[in-house]
């Protein structure tokens, strides 16, 4: 039940893009993006809800391809910032069953 | 300031010895949670409440107790803890039923059972 995530890691120098994908084996009403740094909260990024959308924050967008139940977070001009593990979080129909992803650890270079 | 206000943020304590880890939000949200996170496991879900008086239990329930009896509140009761309840404990909140808003996070408690 637990969406998948990929890459598990990834290490970027500053200024290139990254994607990390989730993917999920049931049918998807939203798919969420947080961003935990080490030893702080989960921050929530955004929510992408069935319907296909795509959502930007700053240089981080996302889309949702609710017919393949996956998402995928774009990462741009990656900044030292942005260094942190990325969630993903899955809920089915009707904002049900809401579950977390294992998490992308993301870390950038100067 | 909007937030999730988690307390203590750091918490020793011996098996069997009761203990409350206390949660308020200030944003009037109706859905409270509580996850507890472990390395190589990530953010599992304890246990829920969609409005006062109304709590279920998520994915890991077994050893924790929970109440909701004023909305902004939402405590985790650990009423004879073990040392596999060592972890890092996070309540949050949303507007609504959990999956239709973004959630904000307390700070986390760091709980070590010896």
């Known amino acids: 039940q637990q969406p998948v995530q990929s890459p598990q890691a990834v290490i970027l120098r500053e200024g290139e893009d990254a994607v990390i994908n989730c993917s999920s084996s049931?049918?998807?009403?939203?798919v969420h993006w947080y961003r935990q740094k080490h030893g702080e909260a989960p921050v929530f990024l955004m929510i992408?809800?069935?319907?296909?959308e795509q959502k930007g924050h700053e240089k981080i967008s996302a889309s949702f391809n609710e017919k393949k139940q996956q998402s995928s977070l774009y990462l741009t001009a990656s900044q030292l910032s942005y260094s942190g593990t990325y969630f993903c979080?899955?809920?089915?129909?009707?904002?049900?069953?809401?579950?977390f992803g294992p998490g992308t650890r993301l870390s950038v270079l100067p | 300031e909007a937030q999730v206000t988690q307390n203590p943020r750091y918490l020793i304590t011996v098996t069997g010895k009761k203990l409350t880890v206390t949660c308020s939000q200030n944003?009037?949200?109706?859905?409270m949670s509580w996850y507890r996170q472990d390395p190589g496991l990530g953010l599992r879900q304890i246990y829920y409440?969609?409005?006062?008086?109304?709590?279920d239990k998520g994915d890991v329930p077994e050893g924790y107790k929970v109440s909701r009896k004023e909305k902004r509140n939402f405590p985790l009761i650990l009423e004879s803890p073990s040392p596999n309840q060592t972890s890092l404990y996070f309540c949050?909140?949303?507007?609504?039923?959990?999956?239709?808003?973004?959630?904000?996070f307390g700070s986390g408690t760091r709980l070590t059972v010896v």
């Open positions: 949050a909140s949303s507007l609504g039923e959990g999956g239709r808003y973004g959630y904000t």
């Open positions: 049931k049918a998807l009403y939203s």
């Open positions: 992408l809800l069935k319907g296909g």
């Open positions: 979080g899955t809920a089915t129909i009707y904002g049900q069953n809401f579950v």
């Open positions: 944003m009037n949200h109706e859905y």
């Open positions: 409440s969609m409005n006062v008086e109304v709590t």
